[in-house]
């Protein structure tokens, strides 16, 4: 790590830091398509584009620092989330959402899990990378936030029974502060937590920027058993340099800590033989992608297979301070090093299919063009700001040996309504049917709509293709094929 003046302004500029949100625009995080009429793109461009674009991972809006989480036989994606409208200097993150899925691929939108400045009375109202495990029979929550009544960043810890919060403070205050880290210089050295728990029900809390700290947890997950202790940052343990974004993780008898190194970030990671160290210099596993300034790994095992999760400003429109985020799989060499690790377009293959026979929420996808997500009281998350052109892939979806013959779409409508159009393997692709959505009333006032289809058997991707008039089509809850 440089200690000079320069290399140190350099890293400080580049905390996260609570400005003033203008309310977002409402399009588009993708390529504006709607806006011209479909005849003009080639079918060729629209299937190298789209069809088998799947990173990032989520395009309905920006994620970062991804948390991934198994629990019960489902992937749980917790992320940061950027606002549309962060500005080039600065990062403006305010909430955590959540994304499930059983297969890799089609993800289900959960939308916001925990806003820290709902949350936290003592937060000055900015996120930071986070991490939620699960542990006791509940789920605890652990970010980094401003702190109001000490100085700089500090770690706080929510609590939930379910994945999907409400998640509550249960402390009041921070569970971390500047001023408890005895060894910090500076005022954001409380950045990135991640937790460990080891076989033997042992808990772990590690955390920093241009530092790296660990302190175990008491058993209730809330507060520390002892004193804080500080890793020195020397190229033995962290080879050129440790910046932030820590993750533990036990594989057999040997135990891993990711990292991001550098500004721009890489990620290289260390091993040790126990969750407290010495920790030795495994090497670098990812470069740094494109032109995003920061990068947070996020590991899992799932299904037996190995994954990386990481971010870019892969979206268009997005930028250092508007990330995304995407998953690799990866495999241990023999000797338990990791390999290098690129980004790949296509992402990951499937781990599963996707029964069409259950009722399946509209935000479940692999790939969308266009479309946002709101959520309410009533329906929870659902698919907006639906328009001409607009679409959603689903991979992967399994009609079985005896097909199906109906189609189920719940919808609302407050304008003059559009179509939903069923194609398989590309948005040219065999059409099997077709619903016109007509104006319900109100964009609440929701509706199931039914359609005949044409037999399918077998495995495909399926392709909900929207079209109509100028403006907003109707809002999207949910669909089901019989």
Not at 5 to 29: D, E, W
Not at 149 to 155: D, R, S
Not at 166 to 186: C, E, I, M, S
Request: aromatic fraction near 14%; charged fraction near 20%; include cysteine.
């Amino acid at each position: 790590m440089n200690s000079n003046a320069s290399t140190y302004a350099l890293k400080i500029h580049r905390v996260k830091q609570l400005v003033p949100v203008r309310k977002p625009y409402r399009k588009r995080s993708l390529f504006p398509l709607s806006k011209y009429p479909v005849f003009i793109l080639t079918a060729s461009l629209w299937l190298a584009l789209n069809c088998a674009a799947q990173h990032p991972i989520v395009q309905t809006i920006f994620t970062a620092d991804p948390a991934p989480l198994v629990h019960d036989g489902i992937l749980y994606l917790y992320t940061g989330h950027d606002e549309d409208d962060a500005p080039d200097s600065r990062f403006v993150m305010h909430d955590y959402q959540c994304f499930t899925t059983t297969d890799m691929v089609n993800w289900t939108h959960h939308g916001v899990v925990l806003d820290v400045r709902k949350a936290f009375e003592w937060s000055g109202g900015d996120a930071n990378a986070a991490q939620c495990i699960h542990q006791n029979g509940k789920f605890y929550y652990y970010v980094s936030t401003a702190d109001k009544t000490h100085p700089g960043v500090a770690l706080g810890v929510a609590v939930s029974d379910s994945p999907f919060g409400p998640f509550k403070d249960v402390l009041g205050h921070a569970l971390v502060t500047n001023d408890q880290t005895k060894y910090a210089r500076h005022g954001w050295d409380d950045l990135d937590p991640t937790v460990f728990i080891d076989n033997d029900g042992r808990a772990f809390l590690y955390w920093g920027n241009n530092a790296c700290y660990f302190a175990e947890l008491n058993e209730d997950m809330i507060s520390l058993k002892g004193d804080i202790s500080n890793i020195p940052l020397t190229k033995e343990a962290f080879g050129p340099d440790f910046e932030e974004a820590p993750w533990l993780y036990r594989r057999g008898e040997q135990y891993y800590l990711w990292y991001a190194s550098g500004i721009p970030e890489s990620i290289h990671y260390a091993v040790a033989n126990n969750p407290v160290g010495p920790w030795h210099y495994g090497g670098e596993v990812m470069d740094i992608q494109e032109t995003s300034g920061s990068n947070h790994p996020g590991i899992i095992d799932y299904k037996g297979r190995s994954y990386l999760f990481y971010q870019t400003d892969s979206l268009p429109n997005g930028i250092d301070k508007r990330r995304s985020v995407c998953v690799e799989e990866f495999k241990y060499n023999p000797d338990g090093s990791v390999p290098r690790i690129s980004r790949s377009a296509e992402g990951v293959k499937p781990a599963g299919l996707l029964n069409p026979r259950i009722q399946t929420e509209a935000e479940t996808m692999a790939w969308s063009q266009g479309v946002k997500t709101e959520k309410n009281d009533t329906v929870g998350v659902y698919v907006s700001d639906i328009d001409n052109a607009d679409y959603i892939r689903v991979r992967d979806v399994d009609f079985g040996i005896q097909g199906a013959g109906q189609f189920w779409a719940r919808v609302s409508c407050g304008s003059e309504g559009g179509r939903i159009d069923l194609r398989l393997g590309s948005p040219y692709g065999r059409l099997l049917g077709r619903i016109q959505v007509k104006n319900t009333g109100g964009w609440q006032n929701w509706e199931t709509l039914s359609c005949r289809i044409r037999k399918v058997t077998g495995v495909y991707d399926l392709y909900l293709i929207f079209s109509g008039g100028n403006g907003e089509l109707f809002h999207f809850d949910w669909w089901k094929f019989e």
